[in-house]
């Protein structure tokens, strides 16, 4: 791409509505500009979801097309790099951590979690195929989250570990077709014999116990720990959910891609009404994790949070989900029919 043509673009751009996108091809190479009406903003987004926000015509000629693979995401996965060192030197106990396929630049990640004594990850947002062989040659256990039977076959196929099984009710990505939690493991269940975490709806002992009965091993707790004390979110966030009912969350974009569960506000209902969305929606999404502003990004949060009335450390929400949940069997095991 020569500036030139870039500027032709940024000034066809700028002579159509200011919230209206334009995409184009060069050297075989799809690219979308993207603007912002109320912010001024632009960025540029590649066919494999690469995101440059704001820009001028030198820095993309300068960055993005001299193959340097330039992506603000590199940063932020520097900060991840930086907090499995400190997870690791914590602690010599298991930890995992989650590799969204979607969103790796290279496989240098996966030596990395490998070399820092990682045994566990998930992987989300893209299919496992693609490192299965590199994650599973590290030694790594290796999880795939899923939305619906069709993964999870996919998955299995691909030479998974266990499933991290996600119904509707969860916040952040989601499928469009809106699969509740119980019913999508007894599908899964009927028909794959790996492990099944639980995901989706979940936030105490009762729902745990719920789960295991439909055929689930472990549960994971998104939007229960992201209103927990250690948290590093925004209390902003933390207050919402705490505030916040069962029906207190929107289904973004079920027609395009990605689809997600958020917090309602006032930005994500402009996004709901719109029907549709890209991934500048996110360019704020600092400001909403670290400056508290709800109306930066979506809030991807799940509708446990009708559950949820307040901020407890991550041990006390532990001990007492096991508490509820053995309490929930004892209780069972007493109302026979």
Not at 239 to 252: M, N, Q, V, W
Request: net charge negative; aromatic share 8%.
């Amino acid at each position: 791409m020569t500036k030139s043509k870039l500027n032709n673009v940024l000034m066809e751009r700028n002579g159509h509505d200011r919230d209206k996108n334009i995409s184009f091809e060069e050297e075989g190479h799809k690219y979308t500009i993207h603007s912002d009406l109320e912010s001024e903003y632009t960025s540029v987004t590649t066919w494999n979801h690469q995101f440059f926000p704001k820009f001028d015509a030198d820095l993309i000629i300068d960055k993005m097309m001299k193959g340097k693979n330039w992506n603000p995401k590199n940063k932020y996965w520097g900060m991840s790099k930086e907090e499995i060192k400190k997870m690791s030197s914590l602690t010599d106990q298991p930890f995992g951590v989650n590799l969204p396929i979607l969103f790796l630049q290279d496989d240098s990640i996966v030596d990395f979690v490998a070399e820092c004594g990682v045994k566990f990850v998930t992987t989300s947002a893209g299919s496992p195929a693609k490192y299965i062989d590199r994650l599973k040659s590290a030694g790594l256990i290796v999880y795939h989250a899923v939305p619906s039977l069709i993964g999870a076959l996919k998955a299995q196929e691909a030479g998974v570990d266990g499933l991290v099984v996600e119904g509707t009710e969860g916040g952040g990505f989601k499928s469009p077709e809106e699969v509740g939690l119980h019913v999508l493991i007894q599908a899964i269940r009927k028909k794959i014999d790996l492990p099944i975490i639980a995901a989706g709806g979940i936030a105490d002992g009762i729902g745990m116990a719920a789960a295991f009965a439909c055929g689930a091993e472990g549960v994971q707790m998104g939007t229960r720990f992201v209103s927990s004390k250690e948290s590093p979110v925004h209390q902003n966030w933390k207050d919402a959910i705490l505030s916040g009912s069962e029906s207190d969350t929107y289904i973004l974009n079920k027609s395009g891609s990605p689809c997600l569960r958020a917090i309602k506000t006032e930005y994500s209902k402009e996004i709901y009404e719109r029907g549709s969305m890209d991934m500048s929606v996110f360019k704020g999404v600092q400001d909403l994790y670290f400056g508290g502003d709800l109306n930066a990004a979506p809030a991807l949060t799940g509708q446990s949070m009708g559950l949820i009335d307040e901020v407890k450390s991550v041990k006390e929400i532990i001990n007492l989900t096991v508490q509820e949940f053995n309490q929930t069997l004892d209780s069972l095991n007493q109302a026979k029919i």
